[in-house]
C-alpha cells in the first residue's frame, strides 16, 4: 500500500489550501483515511478523517469550522481543504489508511495499514 500526499506550501494566515493524498496500487474504496500532522518538537496528531462510506467524519477541535476532508474513490484520493490557516496549523502533514468498518474511521496510529511520506504546510506572512 503507497499513499502519496501532496499540495503543501507556504500559505498567508487566513489563506487556503487544499491537500491531496492519493493511492498508488491499490483502491482506497474499503479505506477509513485520516489525516494528521507534525509540527517540530511535538507529537504527530489527529487532524481529520473520514470513514470509507464517506459518511463519518472527525476532527480535531482546533480546525473545526476552517477545515474539512473529502473522499474521491473514483480517483482513489481523499483530499484536506484548509481555510482559515493559522500559524499553528504549521507541520508536516500525512495521510493514512486503516481497514476499518465503514462507518468508522479514528487516529490511532496502531491500526494504520499504509502512510505517505508528507507534506510541508507552512503558515507565515
Known amino acids: 500500500l503507497k499513499l502519496v500526499e501532496s499540495g503543501g506550501g507556504l500559505v498567508q494566515p487566513g489563506g487556503s489550501l487544499r491537500l491531496s493524498c492519493a493511492a498508488s496500487?491499490?483502491?482506497?474504496?474499503?479505506?477509513?483515511i485520516a489525516w494528521f500532522r507534525q509540527a517540530p518538537g511535538k507529537e504527530r496528531e489527529g487532524v481529520l478523517c473520514i470513514s470509507s462510506s464517506g459518511a463519518i467524519r472527525d476532527y480535531l477541535d482546533s480546525v473545526k469550522d476552517r477545515f474539512d476532508i473529502s473522499r474521491d474513490n473514483a480517483k482513489a484520493t481523499v483530499y484536506l481543504q484548509m481555510n482559515n490557516v493559522k500559524p499553528e496549523d504549521t507541520g508536516v502533514y500525512y495521510c493514512?489508511?486503516?481497514?476499518?468498518?465503514?462507518?468508522?474511521?479514528?487516529?490511532?496510529?496502531?491500526?494504520?495499514?499504509?502512510w505517505g511520506q508528507g507534506t510541508q504546510v507552512t503558515v507565515s506572512s
Open positions: 493514512a489508511a486503516a481497514y476499518l468498518d465503514s462507518n468508522i474511521c479514528h487516529f490511532i496510529k496502531a491500526t494504520m495499514r499504509a
Open positions: 496500487g491499490f483502491t482506497l474504496d474499503p479505506y477509513a
